[in-house]
Structure formats: C-alpha cells, structure tokens
C-alpha cells in the first residue's frame, strides 16, 4: 500500500493506494466519528463491491445502512440527490454519522455534495472503483451535481476525510470506462508533469493492458499531482484551474449531447485536442507537439476530435464555465507540454477556429 497526503492543515487527509484495500477496515475505523456509516453507490458497482465493505464494517460494530442509486451521468441530479437525502433520514443518520461514496466519480460528487449539506455537513470518505475516480475526482473535494443549461453547476467544496483508491476493482471496469480514465491521466502530464507525459507515451499500452504495476504507479502519480495543486489552491483562486484542461470544451460537448452520451473522460479528450490546437493558433506550441498530444490521446481509445455541433454553440455553453470572470472566457491552454496556463488570451475568432479545426466534419 501506498499512502500520500493531502495537506490541508487541520483538514488534511490521507489517500491510500493498493489492490485488497476493501478488504482491511482497520483503514476506515480509525477515521470515524462514531461507529455508524451510510454508503452511498450504485446499482453496478453495489451488486459487485457493497456487501464486502458491509460485511467488513459490521463485522467491526459498525451500524451501516445503505443507498444504492441509478447508475450513470444523467442520474448525477437533484431527484437523484434526494433519493440520499431520503435514506439519511430515513434511518435517523446524525451529525457523526460518516457517508461513504463507493462508486466512481458520478456517486463521489454526488455522495460528496449530500456529505457537504446534510445537516449542514457531515463526515465523508471516499471510496473510488473507477480509474478516472483514483486519479481525479475522489481527491480535492468538488463535489456538485449537473443542471441541463451546465456541467457540475450547483455543488460545494467538501473535503473527505480519507481517500481509499482500491486498484483491485478496476479488474472489472469495462474497457470504455478504463480509457475514459486515461483522459484525466494524461491531463497531468499535459498541464505540470513532462516526465510523466513522457513515461506514458512509453507505458501506455500496459495501463491499457491494466498491468497492475504500471496502474498502481500512474495513479500515485497524478494523487500526488493533484494533492499538491489542491493543497496549494483548495478553492480555484488559481492554480487549480489548471486541472480543467480540456474541460470547458468537453463539458459543452456533455451538454450539449446530453450527459452520458460521451462519458466526461471522452469530452475532455476532444477538448484537450482543441485546446492544444489553440495554443498552437496562439505561437505557443508547435504543430509537432500538438500531433504528440493527439497521438497519445489517441493510443489511449479516445477521441481526438468533438461533435459536429457548430462553433457557435460551443461557444454559447461555454459561455456557462466557472471560469467565467466578467463575461470574460478564461481557457487551460499550453504553453508547452508539461506547462499549462490559465488565459484570456483567445478571441472567439480563434476560439472558434480552433474548434472546427477539432471537430468531426
Ligand atoms: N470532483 C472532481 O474533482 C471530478 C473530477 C473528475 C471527474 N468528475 C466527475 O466524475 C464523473 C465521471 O466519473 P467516472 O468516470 O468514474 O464515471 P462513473 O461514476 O459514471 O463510473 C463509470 C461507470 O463505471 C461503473 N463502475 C464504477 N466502478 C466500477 C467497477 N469497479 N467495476 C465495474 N463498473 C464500475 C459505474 O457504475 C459507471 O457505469 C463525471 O460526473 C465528472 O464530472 C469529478
Ligand atoms: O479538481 C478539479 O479542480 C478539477 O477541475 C478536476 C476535473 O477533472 C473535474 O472534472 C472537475 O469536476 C471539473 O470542475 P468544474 O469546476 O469545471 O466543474
Ligand atoms: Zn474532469
């Protein structure tokens, strides 16, 4: 096992790495409030990994009710929010009661956000079984839920308390799922981590091939990278922006396609390609690195270029990003790889550009 923090001061917390970490409660135990747990997942990854944990904390003395929620992006709403809400009070679970997300990163944010709000805040731990959860979503605390006009519009910032990254269930991740995952992967290496863009155009095929030495090794780096950006800038003052390369293209093409269409990994691949593509337009990177960025992406399973939807509305959705600051659009693009930037730099001529250089004609 692995184990590297995320420090926060009174609020920093561990992340644990290591395959048959379900299976060792003693992790979990030392960590609550009080002996009561409610998990939170769903109905995929519960039939394959509830009873384990369940059984292990009970086992323990630990009273644990459950909630198992509708599997997939669309569910990541506010009636699916309240189907948590439903079950913590239903079984009277109180302040010191710990929610547990089990699940990936759809079941994280939104086990995160009901953690964050439920009695005005509660503990909460995450268990994360999918690749994209490992690296990303489990650690830094963004939890929220989607809205139809955005991606992750109405949330909060609620760290957990402990981060257990079980390697051993992505032996039933479905392949789509797994490459997914390598989207945010590769983001590492793209905005803060050259040797680690370079090992992965070395190791990609074994990470596709989930030799567990090349996964475990790819998941402690991008924890680390992300618990020292999240540990520098908790709440996006800055740096952390970074970590959404990609992400203000991909989440117009989620919206835009409905959420689930292309899973979140795949958007932000697309969207990664055009914003390289406009740091190009922009002199700050050459055409060579940008075909370096496309290739990597691509040996990866993921898409290189968005939908076909028009400039225009690409535009209009992005227009919703967080990063928005006076109406004024704020992108992650590259000014090398290995060197993300956050700019206000582009035009919507440019951005535009860019885009129907990137898209499927
Ligand atoms: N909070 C953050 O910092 C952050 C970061 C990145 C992404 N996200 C969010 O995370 C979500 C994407 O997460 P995801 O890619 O994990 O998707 P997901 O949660 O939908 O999981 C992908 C699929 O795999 C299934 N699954 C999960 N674990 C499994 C396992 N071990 N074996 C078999 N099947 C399993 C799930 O049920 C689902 O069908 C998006 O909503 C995105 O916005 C949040
Ligand atoms: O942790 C972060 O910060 C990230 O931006 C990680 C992203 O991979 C993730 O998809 C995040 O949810 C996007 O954030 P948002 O603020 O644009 O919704
Ligand atoms: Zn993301």
Redesign the pocket.
Known sequence: MHTLDVALGERAYPIHIGRGLLDDPALILGRLQAPRVAIVT?D??GP?YLSRLQGALEGNGVRVDSVVLP???AY?DWQTLNLIFDALLGARCERSTTVIAL???????MAGFAAATYQRGVPFIQIP??L??QV??SV?G??AINHPLG??MIGAFYQPRLVIADTA??D???ER?LK??LA?VIKYGLIRDLPFFDWLEANIDSLLERDPAALAWAIERCCRNKAEVVAADETEKGERALLNLGHTFGHAIETALGYGTW???EAVAAGTVMAAELSRRLGWLHGAQVERVRTLLRRAGLPVSGPALGAERYLDLMAHDKKVEAGQLRLVLLKDIGAGVVSATADSADIAAAIEACSVR
């Open positions: 769903n995929r990854v394959l599997d997939g992006e990541k699940g990936g990163g759809v079941v994280g944010d079984t999918t994209l959860a990303d979503s830094g963004k939890t991606k992750n269930t992505l039933t991740l479905p799922e997914a995952g945010e899973l979140h990994g």
